[in-house]
């Protein structure tokens, strides 16, 4: 099992580009979400998903789309990019239920100059 | 106030020590309740569940008091890979949906 997986590992930008983090579960994981980590403001939710076809907003939307066309895939995209998107991204999955934690992909750090 | 709150740490222990980290969540209806450790610049990986009866895995015991709204992480014995970050994590409003807290710095030193 691979588990998560994201891609890239870390991206540059320049500001106004745009670009798709890529996000795959191999786990059959109803649940995916995104997170961004930033220092000193910890993890926040950006947008997630309880299954294919179904997305809902986080705690910080902003500037960022989601779709979910499968099980596995849920990718993130920055539709133009800003320096205050530098970040670094994770991708997480679980089962749904009261007890299921979490697995995290290994991130993805961007840098928006 | 915040969802989720934290020591702030840093906890800079000996070999060897007792550690205990401390968390307190607004959301009184929170129904899952977890410890991450997060190594730096890596992703958090879950450490253990907590449950209401209090749990043990090795040297690492979770407690939850629910009528305090209050988590607890206790290591013993620390050891040197001990050293990470611990998230305390709980269920927002929308289930599924984890709140993390700031985290707790943990350096052991030799």
């Known amino acids: 099992n691979a588990g998560v997986t994201q891609t890239p590992k870390f991206q540059v930008l320049k500001t106004g580009q745009s670009m798709t983090l890529q996000c795959a579960q191999d786990?059959?994981?109803?649940?995916m979400s995104w997170y961004r980590q930033d220092p000193g403001m910890g993890l926040r939710l950006i947008h997630y998903s309880v299954g294919a076809g179904i997305t809902d907003q986080g705690e910080v939307p902003n500037g960022y789309n989601v779709s979910r066309s499968t099980t596995e895939d849920f990718p993130l995209r920055l539709l133009s990019a800003a320096p205050s998107q530098t970040s670094v991204y994770f991708c997480a999955s679980s089962l749904v239920g009261v007890g299921y934690g979490y697995t995290f992909g290994s991130g993805t750090r961007l840098t928006v100059v | 106030r915040k969802e989720v709150e934290q020591d702030p740490g840093p906890f800079n222990v000996p070999e060897g020590a007792t550690v205990a980290f401390n968390c307190t969540y607004s959301n009184s209806a929170s129904q899952s309740f977890f410890w991450y450790r997060q190594d730096c610049r890596k992703e958090p990986k879950l450490l253990m569940s907590v449950y209401s009866s209090g749990n043990e895995d090795g040297r690492f015991t979770a407690q939850l008091n629910r009528a305090s709204q209050y988590i607890s992480l206790l290591i013993r014995d620390s050891k040197l890979s001990d050293s990470a970050t611990y998230l305390c994590?709980?269920?927002?409003?929308?289930?599924?949906?984890?709140?993390f807290g700031p985290g707790t710095r943990l350096s052991v030193l030799p």
């Open positions: 994590v709980v269920n927002g409003r929308y289930g599924q949906n984890f709140v």
């Open positions: 786990m059959n994981h109803e649940y």
